[in-house]
């Protein structure tokens, strides 16, 4: 081949190379016209109307109502559903007596949804002011309206002020088998010197028992299959420690 041939070979080859570079600058240009529109079109989007919330849903609650949640957690309809302020809102939310945990999540396109876990509610306090529910958390909410209980927790009497030891039993009470918690009827705070912590517990059965708060988990734990082995027995007190034993009446041992 002769060097004039190469010559116009190369020259032949120079409209397609500016062909491709024009298709490329074309193709760049393109790409920062869609990157403009793009964040144009976002910025329109959080200005306007449509990335306000318009519902705010909330479930898990009924100890709480939903006006408290709204007014805790400041959420109102209106605000931008981008810039929420999830952590400060769920904070302020879980600072309530009731609740033990929240979520806050969006639910696209506009609406907010706040899921909530309140403590259990373990018991009701005796006082003379009426019956307070206690909370596993050793908190108490306002008194039942006109003394009607649900029967859904036993009586808690004889507690005074001892929000602590209300505390540690609410405990207990939520890791106690419900079948066993469904068959106390009343919990008495009935400390001696030699047992500070001393409950006496009236059970739905008839049975009178005696036991501590501390590991009442673990006392109350057999008391099912003890109570079927003394069912014949009566006037005692039946007690559900370390060692459950049953101690009759001295009247009955005459």
């Not at 919330?53 to 949640?69: A, C, F, M, R, S």
């Amino acid at each position: 081949m002769s060097r004039d041939e190469k010559v116009v070979s190369v020259s032949e080859r120079i409209p397609t190379l500016q062909e491709k570079r024009k298709r490329k600058a074309n193709r760049r240009l393109l790409g920062f016209v869609i990157l403009f529109f793009s964040l144009l079109v976002l910025l329109v989007y959080f200005q306007s109307p449509l990335s306000e919330v318009k519902t705010i849903t909330i479930t898990g609650n009924q100890l709480v109502t939903d006006e408290v949640i709204l007014d805790e957690s400041g959420l109102e309809e209106g605000l931008n559903i981008w810039n929420l302020a999830e952590a400060d809102r769920v904070e302020r939310l879980e600072q309530t007596t009731e609740i033990q945990e929240a979520t806050i999540e969006r639910k696209l396109p506009s609406t907010v949804v706040v899921n909530v876990t309140e403590y259990p509610r373990v018991g009701y306090v005796s006082t003379k002011e009426g019956y307070f529910p206690l909370l596993q958390n050793g908190k108490t909410l306002d008194p039942v309206q006109n003394n009607q209980l649900a029967g859904d927790a036993p009586i808690l009497t004889q507690f005074g002020e001892q929000e602590e030891l209300l505390a540690l039993l609410g405990e207990e009470l939520i890791h106690t088998a419900p079948e066993i918690v469904n068959r106390i009827s009343e919990i008495v705070f009935t400390p001696t010197e030699q047992a500070p912590e001393e409950l006496t517990l009236y059970m739905n059965d008839g049975t009178e028992v005696r036991t501590e708060i501390r590991s009442f988990a673990t006392y109350m734990q057999p008391y099912p299959q003890v109570h079927e082995e003394l069912d014949s027995v009566e006037g005692g007190v039946l007690y559900m420690k370390m060692s459950p034993y049953f101690k009759e009446n001295e009247i009955n041992q005459e």
